[in-house]
């Protein structure tokens, strides 16, 4: 028993702390290069989402963010030529359409001399005496007299502006990005307008879209002609329509202008990040039976920003690409972008 106590279990447990050290000292710097190898080798499988072809419902309302204005200025004008005879309201004043506000001492055309012969037989020539009326000149428009800048006895010459008469109705203005134009299939007539902190929703009538032309608006806009909307000179692609008398609002007032562009029920839809293009025609991407995919033209109609409706080159049914392919699908918290036909991308909150 001494033997064993005193030789055979040290040694023993010699041997056993040498082949722990050993294997550790493997396990730390020779590993299996195998193992490593096959670690390191991707085991998932990448899939590109898909979608299939639905029926649905599309409501195109293109939502604008706007602003209240007065109405410009409309201008008093000369009417004929000639002096000042009297001025009939002031400044400030509140003017109806018709009411004179000054009139005007013009000179009528005179008859030529007459050449006469007195009882002298001396030749003489008959002056014909003046005569003169009266031109009024009239307020444009109900509202008030803003500006007025003519006295008694100032000579004007016709087509002078001698004022302006400020209307008290208001217009909504918002500006049209070109992209949205793809989306107003049809000229709208009127919009649902909403201004927050102000009273319901209402519609507002009158509605037109205007492109500035080419150098307009670069010259004075004196006669309030050329002014957009709320007296400023109009540039790009505006949205415009009236406010009812009856609605009580203020001018810089936010608006939110909802122009409805149509509506269609039970029709093909997509989502838009499935068709490269957003207007008129597109392509899709379809997945074959195999698997592969085919590019696929369609032609579009009406669309809310999400979904598109497909009205020919698919099917229901039909599986496609859920985003075009080379695009980055949106993560949740990034906004979401959509390429349009001329290339630009066109990207909202989320």
Known sequence: MTVWRRWVFPILKTLLVAVVAVALVKLAFFPDRAEAEDSARPTGNITEPQVQVARGSIANDVVLTGTVNADAAVAVKATGAGAVDEVFVQQGATVRAGDVVFDIKVENPTAPPVESVGPDGMPFVTMPTPTYRFEKVVAPVDGVLSSLSVIPGQVVAIGEISGQVAPPT????????????????????EALVTIAGGPAPFLCTGLSITTALSGQGSGPTGDGGEAGPGGAAASGTTVQC????DVRVFPGLSAQVTISAGAADDVLVVPTTAVEGGADSGIVWLVATDGSHVEAPVKLGLSDGMN??????????????EFVPGQVAPQPGMEECMAMPDGAMVCSAP
Do not use: C, M
Request: aromatic fraction near 6%; glycine fraction near 8%; hydrophobic fraction near 35%.
């Open 242 to 245: 009236r406010v009812p008398g």
């Open 308 to 321: 598109v409706e497909v009205v020919e080159g698919l099917a229901e049914g039909d599986s496609v690409l």
């Open 170 to 189: 208001f217009n909504i203005s918002a500006t049209l990005a070109p992209e949205q134009q793809y989306r107003l299939t049809t000229q709208p007539s």
